[in-house]
């Protein structure tokens, strides 16, 4: 399966601030993935990021609150922007392999704390 | 609206007490339930796919079935090295064509020797 390297692993953020996060995949994927696991919680499906079309939102989340760049088919970036501590939380990228590519992969994830 | 239900959000057991997680779900337009297990610090790892009623998968000490309705991951004699959040999934198609997956809130299983 796919190797998936996420940067930063975590970082500490000042209120009002963006960060983007990295997704680096070993090997060509067509869909990729980003969701949001908030403390004790399980992951939130943030947007669906297929490489020649703009990504997908779903409800409740935004695109000028999580931009996301595709720019080929090894690598995505989530932007987090104006942070507030609510924001705090693990982000996780992952992508689709095997038959329909319907299982996920994932990256270690992004932990973010926003003070 | 889709949605996953796991039980219980907890589970302690001794080592070698065998047990089962339930999840159970309502999606319109099921493509798979997935069971994954994820350790602290890392992001979930694949154990499962099922697709159709009455489909039963085995791993080791793990076993996972389905119904129309629910799943239920079976552990025999649980090892301390099994202890992690196992999280079930469903895949359903999206509003705007593709998949989505939509994960329950876990189970967190405690094994102690």
């Known amino acids: 399966s796919a190797v998936i390297s996420q940067k930063p692993s975590r970082d500490i953020c000042q209120r009002g601030t963006s960060l983007t996060i990295q997704c680096q995949v070993d090997?060509?994927?067509?869909?990729m993935f980003w969701y949001r696991q908030q403390p004790g919680q399980s992951l939130t499906l943030i947007a669906t990021?297929?490489?020649?079309?703009?990504?997908?939102?779903e409800s409740g989340f935004v695109i000028d609150k999580f931009p996301i760049s595709r720019p080929n088919l090894t690598f995505s970036t989530l932007t987090v922007s104006n942070m507030s501590p609510e924001d705090s939380s693990i982000y996780l990228c992952?992508?689709?392999?095997?038959?329909?590519?319907?299982?996920?992969?994932f990256g270690a994830g992004s932990r973010l704390t926003v003070l | 609206e889709d949605q996953v239900t796991q039980s219980p959000e907890a589970l302690r057991l001794q080592e070698g007490e065998s047990s089962s997680l339930n999840c159970s779900y309502t999606?319109?337009?099921?493509?798979?339930l997935f069971w994954y297990r994820q350790d602290p610090g890392k992001g979930p790892e694949f154990l499962f796919t099922?697709?159709?009623a009455g489909e039963e998968k085995e791993k080791e000490r793990l076993k996972a079935t389905l119904t129309k309705k629910e799943s239920f991951l079976h552990i025999t004699a649980p090892k301390p090295e099994d202890s992690a959040t196992y999280l079930c999934?469903?895949?359903?198609?999206?509003?705007?064509?593709?998949?989505?997956?939509?994960f329950g809130a876990g189970t967190r299983l405690f094994v102690k020797a």
């Open positions: 992952s992508v689709g392999q095997g038959a329909g590519a319907n299982v996920l992969t």
């Open positions: 090997s060509q994927v067509t869909m």
């Open positions: 990021a297929n490489q020649g079309s703009e990504a997908t939102y």
């Open positions: 999606v319109s337009g099921l493509r798979g």
């Open positions: 099922l697709y159709s």
């Open positions: 999934a469903v895949q359903a198609y999206g509003n705007t064509g593709g998949f989505k997956t939509i």
